[in-house]
C-alpha cells in the first residue's frame, strides 16, 4: 500500500520548510497559451519571505530551447520575472552537450521555432545521408504528426548507428485543452529500434546538478542541502521520478498534463481522492496540489 500523499490547500502550507524552489513551466506557470496567474503570485510569495537563507525560484523546463528564450515566451504569456530567480533549460544543456562534440554534422528533427539552440555553436546542419549526430528537439509539426511519420528516417539512422541527443525528454505538453507530442516520444521510438539515446534534461541527474548549482551562484552560498530543496511540476515520468532520483522532495500539480487522468477536466472541477491513481504510479509526490496557488 502506498502511503497516504497530502493533498496541499496552497504551497503556504510547505513554503517555510524550502529554501530553494525548482519549478516547472509548461503545466505550472502556463498552460501553452496564457499565465496561470496565482501560480506566479505564489512563488512572489515564496521568495519574499524571510529566512537565514534567501528563497530562490529556479525554473527548470524541458523546453529544447535556450533559457533566455523560454524567458521571452514567458513574458508574452504573461508570466511575471518577479516569480523566479533563473531558468535552466534541457535546451541549455543541449548546447553543452554538442559544444562538447566541435564540427558534428546534425540532421535536426525538430521545427525552425528551435533553430536558435544550435545559435553560434561550431556545427552545421546537414540532411540526413551527410550527419553524423541527431539533434531531436521534437516534431517538424507537432499538431499533425506523430512518431510513426519518423520510423523509416529513424530506422536508417539507427542502423547507421549515429547518436540521438534528446533536447525535450518530455512526451506530451500541455497546450490549452490539447497534449501535444514532444522530442521524447522520438527519442523512445529510436531507442526501440536500438539508437542510441542522450537525454538532455528531466528526470535525468545531469540537469538537477546544475539547477542546484545556479541556485548556489544567485546567493554565493554552499549548495543547498537536498531537504530544503522541493520540486515543483505535473508529470510522473519527469517531474516527479526525476526528484525522486535526485533525493528531493517533489510536490505534484494535478491540473497538468495528468488532469484527464485525475478527473480535474472542465466538466470536474474539483480534485477527488487520487490515492488509487497514485498507487498505480512507479515514483511518488510528497505532495498534491490542483493548481499552484499560495
Known amino acids: ?69 523560454v524567458g521571452r515566451i514567458l513574458d508574452r504569456f504573461g508570466v511575471p520575472r518577479e516569480a523566479y530567480d533563473a531558468i535552466l533549460t534541457s535546451g ?10 566541435p564540427g558534428a554534422r546534425i540532421r535536426h528533427l525538430g521545427p525552425e521555432r ?6 553560434d555553436l561550431d556545427i552545421t546542419l546537414l540532411p540526413e545521408a551527410e550527419a553524423d549526430l541527431v539533434v531531436c528537439t521534437g ?6 504528426e506523430t512518431p510513426d511519420d519518423y520510423r523509416d528516417e529513424l530506422t536508417r539512422l539507427a542502423t547507421r ?32 529500434l536500438g539508437g542510441a539515446v542522450v537525454y538532455a534534461g528531466k528526470p535525468h541527474r545531469p540537469v538537477y546538478e546544475a539547477a542546484l548549482a545556479v541556485a548556489a551562484s544567485l546567493d554565493g552560498g554552499p549548495p543547498d542541502d537536498k531537504g ?19 533525493g528531493i522532495a517533489s510536490l505534484l500539480v494535478a491540473r497538468g498534463i495528468h488532469a484527464e487522468e485525475l478527473g480535474v477536466t472542465a466538466d ?3 480534485l477527488g481522492d487520487i490515492a488509487e491513481w497514485l498507487g498505480r504510479q512507479a515514483v511518488h509526490p510528497d505532495g498534491v496540489i490542483e493548481r499552484l496557488v499560495w
Request: charged share 25%.
Open 1 to 69: 500500500m502506498t502511503a497516504r500523499i497530502p493533498t496541499l490547500a496552497g504551497l503556504s502550507g510547505i513554503a517555510e520548510e524550502r529554501d530553494l524552489i525548482l519549478c516547472d513551466v509548461w503545466g505550472v506557470l502556463h498552460d501553452g497559451q496564457k499565465a496561470h496567474v496565482a501560480a506566479g503570485e505564489a512563488l512572489i510569495r515564496f521568495r519574499a519571505l524571510p529566512g537565514p537563507r534567501r528563497r530562490r525560484v529556479v525554473l527548470v523546463s524541458n523546453a529544447p530551447r535556450p533559457g533566455d528564450g
Open 139 to 144: 516534431l517538424f509539426d507537432d499538431r499533425a
Open 268 to 270: 470536474h472541477h474539483t
Open 228 to 246: 530544503r530543496v522541493i520540486a515543483i511540476g505535473d508529470a510522473i515520468r519527469t517531474d516527479i521520478a526525476g526528484a525522486s532520483a535526485f
Open 161 to 192: 548507428g549515429l547518436t540521438m541527443i534528446c533536447a525535450n525528454p518530455d512526451l506530451v505538453v500541455e497546450s490549452g485543452n490539447r497534449l501535444i507530442p514532444c522530442a521524447g516520444l522520438l527519442a523512445a521510438a529510436y531507442a526501440d
Open 114 to 119: 528551435d533553430l536558435g539552440v544550435f545559435k
Open 92 to 101: 541549455d544543456l543541449t548546447r553543452e552537450l554538442i559544444a562538447a562534440r
